[in-house]
């Protein structure tokens, strides 16, 4: 999503694994082709993302995607209790800020 809010596409990569060589390869492309700075990652849990994508971009935040953070809470979470904390943590993720 650029500054203005407007989602765009930077490109589309293929590679025989997610490892830091391939996401520094991908963040060099980006820089060489003009981004300039990258505010916030969200990201699955890549392996090696974060040290490339920093190392490119220091001000990047990287942080884990909201479907990710809600599987990691939930599976602690017994079955009966589900419904009851899924709606909870829902008010906390669709908050329009933290304050």
Same mark, same amino acid.
Request: hydrophobic letters at 40%; a positive charge; proline letters at 2%.
């Given at each position: 999503?650029? =500054? ?7 490109? =589309? ?24 700075? =990258? ?26 995607? =909201? ?9 602690? /979470? ?6 009851? /904390? ?5 008010? /906390? ?7």
């Amino acid at each position: 999503m650029n =500054i203005e809010g407007k989602k765009e596409l930077l490109g =589309i990569w293929i590679g025989k694994n997610e490892g830091s060589k391939f996401w520094m390869q991908v963040v060099t492309e980006l820089k060489n082709r003009g981004v300039e700075q =990258i505010y916030v990652a969200c990201v699955d849990g890549l392996k090696g993302f974060p040290e490339a994508i920093n190392s490119i971009f220091p001000k990047t935040t990287v942080q884990l995607c =909201i479907v990710h953070m809600v599987r990691n809470s939930v599976k602690y /979470v017994s079955y009966k209790d589900l419904k009851l /904390v899924t709606a909870d943590l829902k008010a /906390v993720y669709s908050a329009i800020s933290y304050f």
